[in-house]
């Protein structure tokens, strides 16, 4: 069982949603150029799979996730547990949280712009997670400078941070008066055509070029309709949840104790809410460390 | 790899799916603290503490009012797409048309099957004219939509995420404050400027995967680690003056030391 766990118990999976709640951001810190500093929150652009299922027992008791020993299948609590990485089969060596942490190249917090590029030399196949980028605090100015002059300059930012136990590189770039964050792939992490083994761009006939000009021009519009985005089969399952819920068939109360241990429900309406109410205010400046529903649902 | 076909007005363009992503992340298993040995994982009702096993789990949908709603195995399955080698492409855009919040997931096309006329044709025809295709298809069970590209002569299909699932910055509204001072709007202008390069993603690397790598295998040889401690930064003054001074550090070349720091 392969896992990428984070740092501690409290923490959560690097890049995950689980249990993600969007009344305040997940990490805050600063954005740097020069000497300058903008403190920040970040906020993911995006949800996913917001159909996601929960594994219930025949009875329709949600199930919990307990960790045992393969030899004699005792129960571990979570202080039983550490995390090794696999040097050869069947060995492993040890990697304690404290080790991790002092391994970050910079402490967490800073996103330190070193290089602005044009927005178009950064090909969108690196793109890996979109997120906002709040201003923390009641003063602004730091943050609309920031963006002013990167959207006029069509420029992006560049930087490497560490968040939740993972090195990130970032393109920071501004849309709109707002402040966005990218996370990219490094060069490793994507296939290049060579290694794949596609055949090199050839020579096209005219003709060919002809008549596929031809049939872009055909079904060519001038924007991107979201409708063609819709998730057919999350509807369809939406659809059949709420004919289930009308019916009152195999509907059953969430128990109280498992809210507290898995939070959901925050969709993206309470994202774009949050995102609204810290862009206008600004967000906290500290955020909880532990997050109760009860936050993620006013949110 | 996944085979489909690429199908627009007349053209139909049998082709193969590669993934673009590769997997670099470095894996940890959970280990029971007392011999190192690998844990293994169980679902329990926490009801019984009873563990449950899996084909006796059963999925449930849980609503924003707190509550369950059971379903059953053929219910879902009738809520999976038909299985189809097609790839739709419902219309073309302008390459800026689709915002980077959508994109997902990158994939490489390759042409499949005796020519790549065609598929070299619609890569060149994407590039000259600065267009992307929507492309809709459903690949082991699930359904897709994604944006297709030409990507250095080649073609890319990058998925993207789906409505309910992104907050577009259209729909966000600027924090407010008062007016910007032009003077300081001018310094961040130069600032920014000194600071302007090319962008060359293989200079990047993952630093912290290395040494994560590196503590790894020199645990695994029983050697003692050090760890170098890193430095802080200082307290932020006014606005004006430290847009001066980080101006007066570019000038100088101070500041590309300290970048490259």
Do not use: C
């Not at chain 1, 917090?109 to 979109?130: A, H, N, Q, T």
């Not at chain 2, 489909?4 to 959970?30: C, M, N, Q, W």
């Amino acid at each position: 069982m392969p896992e990428h766990i984070g740092r501690t118990a409290s923490d959560l999976p690097d890049g995950g949603d689980e249990g993600e709640s969007y009344g305040r951001p997940f990490w805050t810190g600063t954005v740097s150029f020069g000497l300058v500093n903008v403190p920040v929150g970040l906020f993911p652009a995006s949800r996913s799979n917001p159909t996601a299922l929960r594994m219930v027992s025949q009875g329709g008791t949600p199930l919990h996730r307990r960790f045992y020993t393969a030899r004699d299948d005792r129960e571990l609590s979570r202080d039983d547990i550490v995390r090794g990485y696999e040097v050869e089969k069947d060995r492993f060596v040890v990697l304690d949280d404290d080790e991790l942490e002092r391994l970050a190249p910079e402490k967490t917090g800073d996103v330190d712009l070193r290089v602005f590029v044009k927005r178009s030399e950064i090909d969108p196949m690196y793109f890996e997670r979109g997120y906002y980028l709040v201003p923390v605090g009641a003063n602004t100015k730091a943050y609309r400078l920031l963006a002013r002059v990167m959207e006029d300059m069509e420029l992006a930012g560049i930087a490497t941070f560490v968040m939740r136990g993972k090195e990130y590189l970032v393109a920071i770039m501004a849309e709109n008066g707002i402040l966005r964050a990218e996370t990219l792939r490094f060069a490793d992490e994507l296939r290049t055509p060579e290694r794949i083994g596609l055949p090199k761009p050839a020579r096209v006939p005219d003709a060919d070029l002809k008549r596929v000009e031809r049939e872009i021009a055909r079904l060519t519009e001038s924007e991107l309709d979201e409708n063609e985005l819709v998730d057919h089969p999350a509807v369809k399952l939406l659809d059949l949840v709420e004919k289930k819920l009308k019916k009152d068939k195999d509907v059953l109360e969430l128990p109280e104790e498992q809210e507290e241990e898995e939070a959901t429900g925050a969709d993206v309406i309470d994202l774009r809410k949050a995102l609204e109410r810290s862009l206008r205010k600004g967000a906290a400046a500290k955020r909880s460390t532990r997050r109760k529903r009860s936050t993620a649902k006013r949110g | 790899m996944w085979k489909g076909r690429i199908t627009f007005g007349s053209i139909e363009l049998p082709v193969k799916l590669y993934a673009a992503v590769e997997d670099k992340s470095i894996h940890f298993r959970l280990l029971d603290a007392k011999n190192n040995e690998p844990v293994v994982q169980h679902m329990i009702d926490p009801k019984t503490g009873d563990v449950v096993p899996s084909e006796e789990v059963r999925s449930a949908y849980a609503t924003k009012a707190g509550q369950l709603v059971l379903l059953d195995e053929d219910e879902l399955d009738a809520t999976e797409p038909r299985d189809s080698r097609e790839v739709e492409i419902l219309r073309f855009v302008d390459s800026d048309a689709i915002a980077s919040e959508w994109y997902d997931r990158p994939y490489w096309l390759g042409p499949d099957g005796q020519t790549s006329r065609l598929y070299f044709a619609l890569a060149r025809a994407l590039a000259d004219q600065n267009k992307e295709g929507v492309a809709r298809w459903v690949m082991r069970k699930k359904e897709y939509v994604g944006a297709l590209k030409a990507e250095g002569g080649h073609l890319a299909l990058i998925t993207l995420r789906r409505t309910g699932e992104v907050v577009p910055a259209s729909s966000l509204s600027p924090p407010r404050g008062r007016d910007l001072n032009q003077k300081e709007v001018a310094m961040a202008r130069q600032l920014v400027e000194s600071m302007q390069g090319s962008f060359d993603i293989e200079s990047y690397h993952d630093t912290y995967r290395e040494r994560v790598q590196e503590l790894a295998d020199a645990k695994a040889e029983g050697k003692v680690v050090k760890f170098p401690r890193t430095p802080r930064r200082e307290s932020q003054k006014s606005l004006a003056s430290v847009l001066q001074k980080s101006l007066a550090a570019a000038r100088q070349g101070k500041a590309a030391g300290r970048k490259s720091a």
